[in-house]
């Protein structure tokens, strides 16, 4: 299983890599990324695509970042970008195919989803705002509007503006569970401490490996304190990054 893991890995860097349709339009640092992927230098690579991320975040190059730190030994980071491809747009299959690897790999599990949260995974997550508003501001314009415009209102206005209110009914959950998701965080340190306070001088409850994903609670200073399949407790912020892409 292993040995098809690996070779998956491989055969995915390569169509990654070379995948016109993945290419942000800012090229340059995501040029010099597949370059410096293609040539075995995956520090270099890792870089060009937080360059280019920097510049513009595009799920294309998160994709590929996801490959270079995993060849780097990265396992945390390459979760995390992957799983911030996935938010991006959720309709690629290569971001979940490579976490279902990954996490097999290092025997870690996915996050914790509601019903809802899991609604909000099947579009993107800005789409869900925008369903929202559209459908609101439609709904109430095709009953108004009429009125202030003096004019009879239509069979159509009242079965449209049914229509939209329903889509909109429809859209308050997952537009929710973007917000509760936008909580998880996946760990990035190895052996990432979770303590009972937040110092380091507190007892260590756990300690919770790469990839582990973690739902944050509340923040205080540079702590958080989270959620985690081993218990609660506080971890350093730099330990952990957001699915949410900055």
Same mark, same amino acid.
Request: net charge neutral; hydrophobic share 50%; aromatic share 10%.
């Given at each position: ?132 508003? !559209? ?7 095709? !009953? ?15 079965? !449209? ?25 996946? !760990? ?59």
């Amino acid at each position: 299983m292993n040995i098809l893991i690996k070779k998956y890995f491989v055969a995915l860097g390569l169509l990654l890599a070379v995948a016109q349709c993945a290419w942000p339009a800012d090229e340059n640092h995501f040029r010099t990324g597949v370059t410096a992927y293609e040539a075995g230098q995956f520090d270099v690579a890792a870089q060009a695509f937080h360059d280019s991320l920097a510049e513009q975040t595009a799920a294309g190059t998160l994709l590929n970042l996801g490959l270079a730190e995993w060849q780097r030994g990265h396992a945390g980071e390459a979760i995390t970008a992957w799983e911030q491809a996935r938010w991006l747009n959720p309709f690629n299959r290569a971001a979940p195919q490579s976490l279902l690897y990954a996490r097999e790999l290092v025997a870690v599990n996915p996050p914790e989803l509601t019903w809802f949260e899991e609604a909000s995974t099947w579009l993107p997550a800005n789409w869900w705002t925008w369903l929202a508003g !559209v459908s609101l501001w439609l709904a109430v314009a095709l !009953v108004t509007v009429p009125g202030f415009l003096r004019r009879r209102k239509a069979g159509w206005h009242q079965t !449209v503006a049914a229509l939209a209110l329903g889509i909109f009914l429809l859209s308050l959950a997952p537009a929710a569970g973007i917000l509760t998701r936008s909580k998880i965080a996946i !760990v990035t340190d190895k052996n990432t401490a979770l303590r009972l306070t937040p110092t380091t001088a507190a007892e260590v409850v756990a300690a919770l490996p790469p990839g582990e994903p973690v739902r944050a609670l509340r923040a205080r200073g540079n702590y958080l304190f989270v959620h985690t399949q081993n218990g609660n407790g506080w971890v350093e912020r730099r330990q952990v990054q957001f699915l949410c892409p900055e």
